[in-house]
């Protein structure tokens, strides 16, 4: 069981940063692949970002690659998102998510959820 909760979200302007974090519970963090969606208002969950459990490789979605950077402290059970060069379309409640997958980017292939941060940029 893994428990997750985001924190870091708020109110930027365009072209401003944001570093989310998730902070994880239970002894087989480092085990997960992590994982990062977002859901706009009216709009299905979009994968953002995911990483493998030591670090070692990294995906994006082709809409914040380059402006998004994925990593993660397994000593600190925590995961984040640099997000840099911030635009409207960004706005959204941001999740993290834990899989057993190496590689996942469908929100039906995780298994723990957190909350929520909410970001919302300005134009």
């Known amino acids: 069981q893994v428990q997750l909760v985001e924190s870091g979200g708020g109110l930027v302007q365009a072209g401003g940063s944001l570093r989310l974090s998730c902070a994880a519970s239970g002894r087989t963090f480092s085990s997960y692949t992590m994982g990062w969606f977002r859901q706009a208002p009216g709009k299905e969950r979009e994968f953002v970002s995911t990483?493998?459990?030591?670090?070692?490789?990294?995906n994006y979605a082709d809409s914040v690659k380059g402006r998004f950077t994925i990593s993660r402290d397994n000593a600190k059970n925590t995961v984040y998102l640099q997000m840099n060069s911030l635009q409207p379309e960004d706005t959204a409640i941001y999740c993290c998510?834990?899989?057993?997958?190496?590689?996942?980017?469908?929100?039906?292939?995780?298994?723990?959820w957190g909350q929520g941060t909410q970001v919302t940029v300005s134009s």
């Open positions: 998510a834990a899989t057993s997958f190496i590689y996942a980017i469908s929100p039906s292939q995780y298994d723990y």
């Open positions: 990483i493998t459990w030591n670090g070692g490789s990294a």
